[in-house]
């Protein structure tokens, strides 16, 4: 036992703290789906498969449902994900609620989207207990052309106009909502030539509204190479306001080369997997430095990181419950993490995403290659509940 875990209570190996919101036939079932996705191969021609059978209308939602969505989905609407939240609950971790949707240029799906971000809130704001943050993604409320354009700084076309003053009118909505009914907003960080236009919405509406509190957050994506500086430049920016930061690697590292390579500018992205951790704990410590006038979520599966931000805080003398700090996992993934940072006091929140199975499925296509390859994550995942179910086990022998 080391000494971190004699003085603090801190286990982020602990299987049975980490599986007891489990059953063990669900365990079962988590230990065959991420069995299964160990086989990559099988993995990509499934994504196709799904997506294709998708886009032909032919019945494979069930599917869908019962395996990936049972593992990374808290349910296929508001109120069906109560039962899970409530589950999260009773074990010390609330929630970031999510819906599952991807980006949209249809004006039409765009505003039934803020409908239901607007739901969403509503809904937070009854269960306050439960929900800690909404996450939105701006590219599900304009087009992601617009946002291109927009980070490029090329002229817009009359629709590209329109579709930036609609974009302006639903997210004041938004904030508005959201400000009123105390729910903070985390806007998730999208791919590189379209992230600047956000960054730039995003700081106004920190500058406007994280004056006391701290309703909107950023999302910082520490596997390119710019972004410790931006990080620093955006503390020093936001002398008058406070900051909000969701501090992530980052999910696009293939895409971002690819692009970069067939357009013949330099790769955004860190060289290695090593630069890019470097990266992202420079930036923790940055965040935590700063702790009392950013607001940080600490939005990895990395142990390594997670536990460099615990001694932190704790030598620091931070408080773990410190309500600028928190750590989040996503649903279905680490919950040793997830449950011994919660043990040990604190504040977590998992990413619970939800929605129609056939609009979660990029996101559900997303995890499943995510833990496909021989990654740390997938073989981690598997070694956790393969180890529980033989904890329990061996109980139920005794
Ligand atoms: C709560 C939550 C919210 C998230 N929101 C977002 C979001 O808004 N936007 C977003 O893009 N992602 C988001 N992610 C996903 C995140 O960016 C990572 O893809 C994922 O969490 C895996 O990284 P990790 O820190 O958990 O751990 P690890 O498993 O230690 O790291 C894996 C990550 O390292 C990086 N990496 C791997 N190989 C290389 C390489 N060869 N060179 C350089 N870097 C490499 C990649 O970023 C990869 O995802 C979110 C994740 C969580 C947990």
């Not at 939602?61 to 109560?82: K, Q, Y």
């Amino acid at each position: 036992m080391s000494i971190l875990h004699a003085t603090t209570n801190l286990d982020l190996d602990d299987t049975a703290t980490g599986y007891a919101y489990r059953s063990t036939e669900e365990l079962k079932s988590a230990r065959l789906l991420f069995q299964l996705l160990r086989y990559g191969a099988l993995v990509r021609m499934g994504n196709n498969i799904g997506a294709l059978a998708l886009r032909l209308k032919l019945p494979i939602e069930g599917v869908l449902r019962n395996t990936l969505g049972r593992l990374f989905l808290g349910g296929t609407d508001l109120e069906s994900t109560l039962p899970t939240l409530r589950r999260l609950s009773s074990h010390g971790v609330s929630v970031m609620l999510d819906y599952a949707v991807e980006a949209s240029s249809h004006a039409s799906q765009q505003e039934a989207t803020l409908e239901e971000y607007l739901r969403m809130i509503e809904f937070s704001s009854k269960h306050r207990d439960l929900v800690s943050f909404i996450a939105i993604k701006l590219t599900a409320l304009a087009p992601p052309l617009l946002w291109e354009k927009l980070s490029s700084q090329a002229p817009l076309s009359p629709f590209l106009l329109s579709a930036k003053e609609a974009f302006e009118s639903r997210f004041a909505r938004l904030v508005t909502a959201a400000i009123r009914s105390g729910v903070p907003l985390m806007v998730d960080a999208e791919e590189s030539w379209i992230q600047s236009a956000i960054d730039r919405v995003i700081e106004e509406y920190m500058e406007r509204n994280n004056k006391d509190s701290i309703f909107i957050y950023t999302t910082i994506q520490m596997y390119r190479r710019d972004r410790l500086d931006y990080l620093k430049a955006l503390l020093s920016r936001a002398s008058t306001y406070k900051v909000g930061v969701k501090l992530v690697r980052g999910a696009y590292v293939e895409k971002e080369r690819k692009r970069a390579k067939e357009r013949n500018y330099p790769d955004p992205i860190q060289p290695t997997k090593a630069a890019t951790d470097i990266a992202y704990d420079a930036a923790l410590m940055l965040c935590l430095e700063n702790i009392e006038r950013v607001g940080l979520c600490i939005a990895t599966h990395n142990r390594t990181s997670c536990m460099k931000a615990v001694q932190y805080v704790l030598m620091q003398g931070i408080s773990p419950s410190h309500p600028h700090l928190s750590f989040s996992q996503l649903y279905g993934m680490a919950d040793p993490l997830s449950f011994g940072l919660a043990r040990a006091g604190f504040r977590v929140v998992k990413y619970v995403p939800y929605g129609p199975v056939e609009k979660a499925f990029p996101y559900l296509a997303r995890r499943a290659e995510e833990n496909s390859s021989l990654s740390d994550q997938s073989g981690r995942e598997l070694r956790w509940i393969k180890e529980e179910l033989a904890r329990r086990k061996r109980i139920s022998q005794s």
